[in-house]
């Protein structure tokens, strides 16, 4: 029997703390929050998407390639259909909306259904559960780590497991200060770096505040009229400082490194086709259709609180019918349609991040059993290694899948 120190009760933390525990081993479980799982209780607004529908592949291929490979044998030993299980087991019933995500079956407050699931398991396997103790130190040196500073004492171990998560949403508890620890201690880190965030723009759209694009796709390019870097189809809201919604979250890592070097630009596409066949289309609508408003046509693919304004912005006036448009009016159609500009990011703040990228370098990590190469009893698991994933309840799977393999001690 080997003893064992988690930190971190969070997904991540309840996997490795149970797994650890039923595998015979002595282990106590430190959170520095007065509860479990608290950034699980807010996950998915509250109702908690615990993971994504489909085969492992399919699940991998949501990552990169560099985590995919990492994340593989994890995801084989502890997949969805095993964390679905154990919910199960446990008296949460789950489905599968239609897009794939998983969640529990609707009932208020169903995101703390699934901790209070995983809080029976661990109690239940006897693992000695401590809240509100945060570790503020690591004690040893490769290849041995020799337990946890806590604030009024030293605790041994014979095996960490850090499951502290990233460094978003600090008022859950994570604050990142982990990765710190172990890069003092020579250990290969990527500093954290946002993802999955809300994005503030240079000009923002107060008056705008609310209002959602739909079924078109956000385009990231280099300034205006630069090089595609990246795309995502999906809603867009405005918001008071900028963008959110789907569209926005998922570039928001890519608009972040775009941004710091030097050159980035947002455009919405509310028509997906080029502008060439969107100008040929409004052309054929002219002709047959001579007296449609302009503002009509632009109403059609954009929500009419923005088409005023945009029109009056591009020099259109808004009682012109098709049949007098001219070149320029149309060719300022078209842009709105298939290209409207949004401009310039402003820093996407870490803290609102549903995951935060950067963290534990996972080339220095063994894919079975999360131990840091290089050292005897030290593993990492979850957010804090360098693993982030789409929305969609990957980040969730990932957590439970390595903290598994992090329990999973010989
Ligand atoms: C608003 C929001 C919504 C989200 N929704 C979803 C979703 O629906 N589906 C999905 O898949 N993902 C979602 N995520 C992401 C997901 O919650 C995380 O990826 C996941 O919780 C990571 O698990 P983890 O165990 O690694 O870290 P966490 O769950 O964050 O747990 C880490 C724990 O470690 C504790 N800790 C940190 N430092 C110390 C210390 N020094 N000493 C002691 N304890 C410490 C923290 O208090 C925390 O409880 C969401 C995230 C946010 C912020």
Known sequence: MTSVIVVGGGAAGLVAAWRAASMGHRVTLLEANGRLGVKLRISGGGKCNITHDGPPKALLAAFTKEQARFLRPSLHAFGNEAVLDLLRQEGVATYVRDNGRVFPLDRPGSAAAVVAAFETRVRRAGVVVRSGARVTGLLGSAPRIDGVRLEREDLAAEEVILATGGASYPETGTRGEVLDWLKALGVPVRPWFPALAPIPL???????????????????????????????????????????????????????????????????????????????????????????????????????????????????PSDLRLKALSRDARKALVSLATALPLGGPRAVPLARGEVAAGGVDLAAVDPRTMLLRGWENLRACGELLDLDGPVGGYNLQAAFSTGYAAGTLA
Do not use: C
């Not at 008056?207 to 078109?216: F, H, I, K, S, T």
């Open 202 to 316: 240079e000009i923002p759209r107060p008056a705008w505040e609310g209002v959602a694009l739909r079924d078109g796709e956000l385009r990231l390019s280099a300034g205006p009229g630069g090089r595609r870097l990246a795309a995502f189809a999906g809603d867009l809201l405005f918001t008071k400082a900028g963008l959110s919604g789907p569209a926005a979250l998922e570039l928001s890592q890519a608009t972040e490194r775009a941004r710091r070097s030097g050159a980035a630009w947002l455009t919405y596409a509310a028509m997906a086709d080029p502008p060439e066949s969107v100008d040929a289309a409004l052309q054929a609508e002219a002709r047959a259709n001579p007296r449609l408003l302009a503002a009509t046509w632009l109403d059609r693919h954009l929500p009419e609180r923005l088409v005023g304004p945009l029109l009056a912005e591009a020099g259109v």
